[in-house]
């Protein structure tokens, strides 16, 4: 579907508050790191319209992400960890560089939460449609050093 190098690594599960996963992020095999990957894919590059800088500096990125509905945002990557705070839900389909499925959050047995902050490795190379009735917010505060584990995990 879209003409790149193979972008892959590993995305350890999205954890809530409560320590519970949501599945939102599926394992993958590590075979590139992040800081490989074409400057051209970074959101704010490829996919500009959907994403804002609140802040940036150094140490952190700060994304207010705004998908209203039946938008399909392009495909793009998020380079360094981040916790996500999501302002507003809507379901929504997130699909790899080929096209494949990779998230389809009406199939999760749980949806975040307004209010709820989760975990993330770096987003390898995706798309993302907002399939739901509302717009789907998140802000993203990407952390531009440390790894990219979930705190708590080896």
């Not at 790191?33 to 800088?53: G, Q």
């Not at 039946?70 to 790899?96: K, L």
């Not at 209010?115 to 789907?136: C, I, R, T």
Request: proline share 9%.
């Amino acid at each position: 579907m879209y003409e790149v190098e193979e972008i892959c690594l590993e995305v350890p599960r999205t954890l809530t508050r409560n320590g519970a996963s949501s599945g939102m992020n599926p394992p993958h095999d590590e075979k590139k790191p992040a800081d490989t990957w074409p400057k051209s894919l970074d959101a704010m590059i490829a996919a500009p319209k959907y994403h804002e800088i609140l802040l940036e500096n150094d140490h952190v990125r700060v994304l207010d992400t705004s998908i209203p509905p039946g938008d399909t945002v392009p495909a793009h990557t998020h380079c360094w960890p981040s916790v996500m705070y999501v302002s507003s839900f809507s379901h929504f389909v997130r699909y790899d560089k080929d096209g494949n499925v990779l998230v389809d959050s009406r199939t999760l047995d749980r949806k975040p939460q307004p209010g709820e902050a989760m975990w993330s490795a770096p987003l390898e190379l995706h798309s993302l449609k907002n399939v739901g009735s509302s717009d789907l917010r998140v802000i993203t505060v990407e952390l531009k050093s440390g790894n990219s584990k979930a705190p708590g995990t080896k």
